[in-house]
Structure formats: C-alpha cells, structure tokens
C-alpha cells in the first residue's frame, strides 16, 4: 500500500517541476542542483526500485499462497460378506464302550450313585472291596456329561469305601471307571449311562 502511494506523488511532483518546461531542458536541468533536477534523479533511482519491489511482493505472494486444496477421491471399496458359521456343537461320545472281565482273584466291586438334588446333581463312585481289595493300584473315575464336558479323579489304594465325587448333569451322564492293579493290568469295570432322577 505504501509503494503505490510513494509511486503517484513521485509521478506528481516530477510533474509539478516539469510543468512548463521543454523537455530537453528538464534533461538539462536534472543535472543542476536544483529542487526539480533532485526529484528527476530520485524518480530515476527510485522508480526501478519500486517495481522491482512490486515484483518481488508479487512472485513472493505468489510462492507462499496454498494451492487450491485437491478434492478427495472416493475409490469403490468391494466389501464381501461374511455369514457367520454356526458355532461347532462340541462332539463327544456318550455312548458306552466295551468292558473286561476281571480275573476272579483280582476282583472288585463297584457302586455308582446319583444325587437327585437337581441344584447338585452329583455322580459318586462308591469303592466297595472285593476279593483284590489289595491288589487295586489305582482307580481312575471319568464322567463325560451330557453338555460334552469331562470331569477325571483318581483314587490310589482304594480301601473300603473310598469315594470319587464328580459334578453331573441333570439328564444322562456317561461314567467309566478303570482299575489299574498291581501287576500293571488295566480293566475297565464300569462303562454306562446313568440318567439323573428325582
């Protein structure tokens, strides 16, 4: 704002200094010392100053200014469809499976017991002896539920009465019972389904 108006009263004072005289002569008279021949050199020097600063602010607006911002595209996004699988029902196998006989020198009895409590629908088996009472290493107790979940205890040297408690259901619950004897064999005694009562 300043150079324009320092431009126009250049122009108009020169002007003012030149009224009247010839044209030759201003050239004569900017050589004097004079009020006028000041001017016409600070006209000189100046002039080309003020445009090369014009010129200046310009190309320096011109760089800093942000170009237009460039609107954004919208790239189609293909989105496919996921169908939710039905969750997998647990798989187990509630049915029985084959017993052994025990040699009647390694024998033993077995009691399996439901709780009819429906808020605590337990599964006991019951150890009751027999003629290998002494021979019992271990005896090994799973319940597959009904809901698939397995529950396992074991009872080492099982005497008279020993008891393995395990949670049930309140339907049909699957119970093996395996004894391990002393000689390293292996029976399954019990394999079966016993339903919950109440």
Not at 9 to 37: F, M, W
Not at 104 to 132: K, L, M
């Amino acid at each position: 704002m300043v150079f324009p108006i320092l431009f126009y009263s250049l122009l108009d004072l020169t002007g003012k200094c030149s009224a009247g005289i010839p044209r030759g002569d201003i050239l004569q008279e900017s050589n004097v010392n004079t009020h006028c021949g000041r001017l016409l050199r600070m006209k000189q020097f100046c002039l080309p100053l003020v445009v090369m600063t014009l010129v200046l602010c310009v190309l320096i607006v011109g760089c800093t200014s942000q170009a237009p911002p460039v609107p954004p595209t919208t790239v189609p996004v293909t989105t496919t469809q996921q169908v939710p699988s039905p969750s997998p029902t647990p798989s187990c196998s509630l049915v029985p499976g084959p017993t052994q006989e025990v040699p009647e020198y390694e024998s033993v009895d077995v009691t399996i017991e439901r709780n009819s409590i429906t808020a605590d629908p337990t599964i006991s088996t019951i150890f009751n002896g027999g003629q290998g009472l002494g021979m019992v290493q271990l005896m090994n107790v799973t319940v597959i539920r009904s809901d698939c979940i397995t529950e396992n205890d074991a009872r080492k040297n099982p005497g008279m009465g020993e008891t393995v408690t395990l949670m049930g259901t309140t339907t049909t619950d699957r119970v093996i019972v395996v004894m391990t004897m002393t000689s390293g064999d292996q029976y399954t005694i019990i394999d079966g389904l016993y339903p919950f009562h109440t």
